[in-house]
């Protein structure tokens, strides 16, 4: 289908269309209420194809944006505000805040596609903080709102915006589930000004009464994309329904596929559209590289990288895997702690804060950690199980080189995955260096700093601040049924 480009049209404010318009391509635009039916679309509107990549074209912008800035202090933000930014030694903005944060400090709404890294949290936060500053939410009834698709990805936003909210004095709450639902729900009624929430537990918390969403003004969707894998499009859509009509809506995604396509011309009025490291090739501060390896070895140089220097993320399939690899990694004198769905939040949230502090050295992890999880300095992020979606080997990647840091993702490849892994990197638009390797060698050193561990197995004990113990023996009460491997699908 040809598609034509939106050219030439006058700028329409929302009162003029009647409220939330639906971007046309090519002929007159219509609109049509925030949150009603989508307007039939005859003769200007067409179903835009899906390209080979794909992802959908970045909609245009039908009224400019305003010009990017290079300092903070060319903003119109609260003097609190800057204040905060410099006492958190925060004192360039990234290119996407840059871009964005005049557009969205007037009220325009934003889609902004970027990397995980890239300074999305503060794109949107700030602006968020600053339009919402100054106000006082009754019980039950918050004024901002960000959806995040998981637990850590909300927990990073809370701690990232936190010191930011307590400058101009909002009060923020975090809506998660694995926690106590009363406890939150406490929270609503003594009255917060801003949410972060994933969507299943808001959706449990107004269900129950406990949260109304009329009064929210501005809105934000977060990695937009993998709500939608996630199966959550039902869940944000009936939250954005209920959300003020006439609001103020950011949504920022890695990817711009067919759901989060529906969700931008849907929900958001005349974007800002802003795209940053659309594919993890545009970083240049991350190497990839490919090790191909055989069956047999693939434990032992798992492991190797595991003993190296320095902090290591490790991606498998299933929750069985990581469990079976943290528990050999451990009796192999390893500090490694496992992190997916299974746990429960505080132990998830433990887990994440050894990690972060050096106690635990090697994360191993289902995508569940893919996205949401900010490490300073981690630079070695390694597929043990390669990803088989494009999108999974970008978020996992993800973790590292963040910010403008370094980093390496090493992915391990049997003889019977080099088939796809090759259409993996072709289809997220990376150029790997590859190389066979086995365990002990240089070259397997030099790539990841790999040694050889020291076979004393190592228990992790609470709480956070204390340091490893080094055990004597096994680890085990008793007999245990044998493991299978760890490199395997369930």
Do not use: W
């Amino acid at each position: 289908m040809n598609r034509t480009r939106m050219t030439g049209h006058s700028s329409r404010s929302r009162s003029q269309t009647g409220g939330r318009s639906f971007a046309p391509v090519g002929g007159s635009g219509g609109g049509g209420r925030f949150g009603s039916p989508a307007p039939r679309r005859p003769g200007g509107y067409e179903r835009r194809a899906v390209p080979a990549g794909g992802e959908f074209a970045l909609p245009e912008t039908v009224t400019p944006g305003l010009p990017a800035v290079g300092a903070f202090g060319d903003l119109d933000l609260p003097a609190e505000l800057l204040a905060a930014l410099g006492a958190q030694g925060v004192t360039v903005p990234f290119p996407i805040q840059g871009a964005t944060l005049p557009n969205t400090l007037a009220g325009r709404d934003v889609l902004g596609r970027g990397r995980t890294g890239s300074g999305k949290t503060l794109a949107f936060g700030l602006a968020l903080l600053a339009r919402t500053a100054g106000q006082r939410a009754e019980p039950r009834q918050p004024l901002a709102l960000v959806l995040v698709p998981t637990r850590e990805l909300a927990q990073q936003v809370t701690d990232a915006l936190t010191p930011y909210a307590r400058s101009v004095k909002l009060r923020l709450t975090t809506l998660v589930g694995g926690v106590p639902l009363g406890r939150q729900a406490g929270a609503l009624r003594a009255g917060v000004e801003v949410v972060v929430a994933t969507p299943g537990r808001l959706k449990d918390l107004l269900d129950r009464g406990d949260c109304r969403l009329d009064q929210v003004a501005v809105t934000v969707l977060d990695e937009a994309d993998q709500m939608a894998d996630m199966g959550f499009m039902p869940q944000v859509t009936a939250l954005l329904d209920r959300v003020r009509p006439g609001g103020q809506r950011m949504l920022f995604s890695a990817t711009l596929d067919r759901n989060v396509d529906l969700l931008v011309r849907r929900y958001l009025s005349d974007p800002v559209v802003h795209s940053v490291d659309p594919s993890a090739g545009a970083v240049t501060t991350m190497e990839h590289h490919v090790l191909h390896v055989h069956g047999y070895d693939k434990q032992q140089v798992t492991t190797e990288i595991a003993a190296r220097e320095g902090r290591v993320m490790m991606f498998l399939d299933t929750k069985h895997a990581v469990d079976a690899l943290t528990e050999h990694l451990l009796s192999s004198g390893v500090r490694a702690a496992a992190l997916h769905g299974g746990k429960s939040q505080p132990q998830r949230t433990r887990t994440l804060a050894q990690f972060k502090t050096g106690h635990v050295t090697v994360l191993v992890a289902t995508n569940v950690a893919a996205r949401g999880i900010h490490v300073d300095n981690l630079d070695l992020v390694v597929n043990v199980d390669p990803p088989t979606d494009p999108k999974d080997y970008l978020h996992r990647g993800g973790r590292t080189a963040r910010a403008g840091e370094s980093g390496s993702v090493v992915t391990l490849v049997t003889p019977s995955q080099r088939r796809g892994a090759v259409r993996l990197m072709a289809a997220a638009g990376i150029v790997p260096q590859a190389a066979q390797v086995r365990s002990g060698e240089e070259a397997l050193n030099r790539i990841t700093g790999s040694r050889i561990p020291s076979g004393v197995p190592v228990r992790i004990t609470a709480p956070a601040a204390r340091g490893p113990r080094a055990g004597g023996g096994s680890r085990d009460r008793g007999r245990r049924r044998p493991r299978p491997a760890f490199g395997t699908a369930a």
